[in-house]
């Protein structure tokens, strides 16, 4: 399984565009990017998932480069309710293949 | 609402009891996954389920066992249960149809609170 690093915690400001990065250097060939968002308490909710290039939906964009060995989540204008941990996990292309949940991003946004 | 429902939200039971944990998947969803979220920790993978037999194992203690069922609910049950057992239960599911990252997706249940004394 690919491990992914991400930065254990940021600060940001209502909004604020916010840009979370994940490296996973040894993703493999079939592997998707997906992060996923996590309120205290609760649990995680799917935000986004890609390949490569650009992802984006209604709450969230994911840049993925040519060697997809990074992405960054991108969050626009982000508010008081967008305080939450962020996790980025790779894999999820084959049956039965587990998730491993590193220690996530913890974003706390300010007023 | 991710359409995934555990019962009960919160448990309080003592050392050495045991206790059953109950998820309900997304309707169409054939793959349940169980996880431990203990305070201020990571989320850890402890097993799971497809179309009732188990697929895939990760850090699940013995006194631990799951099963999912003909209707793919699945039951988490805890034994001989410890101070350190305390933590959140989640429960996931996906379509599990071993196809591509869509249909692998993991969607959340609210979880269950087990409080050990």
């Known amino acids: 399984l690919a491990k992914t690093t991400q930065p254990i915690s940021m600060d940001s400001y209502e909004g604020q565009e916010v840009n979370i990065t994940c490296s996973h250097n040894n993703i493999a060939t079939n592997d998707y990017i997906t992060w996923y968002q996590q309120f205290p308490s609760q649990g995680p909710r799917f935000i986004i998932q890609g390949y490569k290039t650009k992802v984006t939906n209604e709450v969230a964009s994911l840049f993925i480069p040519a060697d997809r060995k990074s992405s960054t989540l991108s969050l626009p204008r982000v508010s008081l309710s967008d305080t939450a941990v962020y996790y980025c996990l790779v894999g999820g292309n084959n049956a039965g293949n587990m998730l491993t949940f590193g220690g996530g991003t913890r974003l706390m946004v300010k007023p | 609402d991710s359409g995934v429902t555990q019962t009960p939200k919160h448990l309080i039971t003592a050392t050495g009891q045991r206790v059953t944990l109950r998820c309900s998947p997304r309707s169409g969803d054939l793959s349940v996954y169980w996880y431990q979220q203990s305070l201020d920790q990571g989320l850890q993978f402890l097993i799971q389920y497809y179309n009732g037999e188990e697929r895939a194992k990760g850090n699940i203690l013995e006194r631990f066992s799951a099963q999912q069922f003909p209707d793919l609910h699945s039951e988490l049950n805890l034994s001989s249960l410890e101070l350190g057992d305390s933590a959140l239960y989640f429960c996931?599911?996906?379509?599990?149809?071993?196809?591509?990252?869509?249909?692998?997706?993991?969607?959340f249940g609210p979880g269950t609170r087990l409080l050990v004394l």
């Open positions: 996931a599911s996906s379509l599990g149809l071993a196809g591509g990252p869509v249909e692998e997706t993991q969607y």
